[in-house]
Structures are given as C-alpha cells and as structure tokens.
C-alpha cells in the first residue's frame, strides 16, 4: 500500500502538492475503513490504484486526488459539503462527476431492457454528463481496476460488467484515443462475454505468441544496432503483441484462419 502512494506521489502531477494527495489518501483510508473488496482485500487499495492510474497519466494533482476519494460519496457517509470544505471546488466537481456516470448504469442495470443493445446511447449519456474529461478518465481507470476483481462474482454479473466494458468503456477508451487501454479492457472483459470463444483462440495462438514475442526481443537489440551504425538515432523503439480480443475480431473477418493473421507481433520504431 505505501509502494503505491509512494510511486504516486513520485509522479509529476502528485510531486506538484503531495500535501494535498497525502490528505487525500488519510481521508479516504478513514472514510472506507472495514470496507473489503469481494477479493478480501482492505477497499482503500482500490482508490489507491485508480490514484496511480491516473498520475501514470500525467494528471494534475486535482485529478489524482478525486482519483483517491471517487467511491467516497456513494459508498461512505461524506457529504459533497465536506468534500468541498476539506479538498477545495474542483476536486469536489470532480468526485460528483464520477458519482453520477456510476448512477447512469445503476439506473441501466435495474432496467435492463431500458438500454439493451443500444449501447451508443449510454457512451452518449456518459459524455453528455461528465462535463469534464478528467471525470471520464477518473471512471476508466476505475472501470479497469475493477474487472479485475470479477472472477468474484457471480456468473450473471461477470457476463453483465464484462459485456458493458466492451461496448461502453473501451469504445470511450478508443475515442480518447488510449489504444493500450481500449485493448486491455476487451482482455479483461473476452473471457467472460465469450468463454467458449476465448479458450479456443488460447490454445491455436498461445505458442505462436511465445516464439514471435520471443523472436522480437532477439531481433531489437540487432535494429538497433544496425541504426545506430547508419548513423540514424532511435527517438522510440518499441513492441507488442496484438490483443487477444483484437486479435479475435480480425480472424472472424478472416474466416477464422489463423495463417491469414501476419502481425500477432509488432515492433514500431520511431527515428
């Protein structure tokens, strides 16, 4: 937990008022004292991570530390007057914000008829009511640390928040132009939508996956060495593999043949 608040205070945005952050860390850790998440563990771990998230974005320290106190209105007794009172208007605004995205697939989750398949209205209604794009970035990152705990839950639910992170938040991620994000959050959401699906691709492409991935990292040290006697300085080098969720939609286009699919692996190199 220290690890956590130390990286996150390292970081530009809370280097800028690491008073503030601190704050908001003791606040928040009191506020959801007793509360566990459905993995066990203390709930302040949660905010902590959405925290990190966000100051691994380079946002400012307003942002940040509505990212430590953004389940605090809804899931503890502090009022939006106290918010506003201890941390300032903004970071308030920024709380609220968030409060109110999280209403929005409540309401969506109690009616599920209400928006079922239109999809495009909620990404809408999310835009529409977060009024700032801080509130938007605050609600991935806590979108993100929390599929992570929905192997807890029951099946229903499992197949409800995954499917809603794949139409919804990672679309929104795409639109914000987070790719890296947009793929994470289909990985995490594939196997719940699609099981069958998913453990069908694991077993054609996991090797594959290996030598290619392997190959790259074999292959970086020689380009890089090549450039440099060129004379050609590297600004960036970097490489990846294609998500798997990613990966999957291209095969359907590809009648599901896997030889058609030529960059499980990539390598982008910036000069």
Partial sequence: MNNLLDKILSSPGGGRNPVLIEKAFNFAEKAHAGQKRLSGENYIIHPLFVSQFLADLGLDSSTITAGLLHDVLEDTNITLEQLKKEFGGDVAFLVEGVTKLRKITDVTNKNENAYKGDFNSL?????????????????????????????????????????????????????????????????????????KEYSWLLKKVKEKYTDRINYIERTKPIIKRCL????????????????????????????MELEKIHDLVAMRIVV
């Fill in 228 to 255: 440099k006697d060129a004379g050609v300085p590297i600004i960036d080098l970097h490489s990846r593999a294609k998500h798997y969720y990613s990966l999957y939609q291209k095969l359907e286009r590809k009648e």
């Fill in 123 to 195: 990404k809408k209604m999310f835009f529409a009511t977060a009024e700032d794009i801080r509130v938007i970035l605050i609600k991935l990152a806590d979108k993100y640390h929390n599929m992570e705990t929905l192997k807890f839950m029951s099946k229903p639910d499992q197949k409800r928040i995954a499917m809603e992170t794949l139409e919804i938040y990672a679309p929104i991620a795409a639109r914000l132009g987070m790719g890296r994000l947009k793929g994470q959050l289909e990985d995490l959401a594939f196997p719940f939508v699609y099981p």
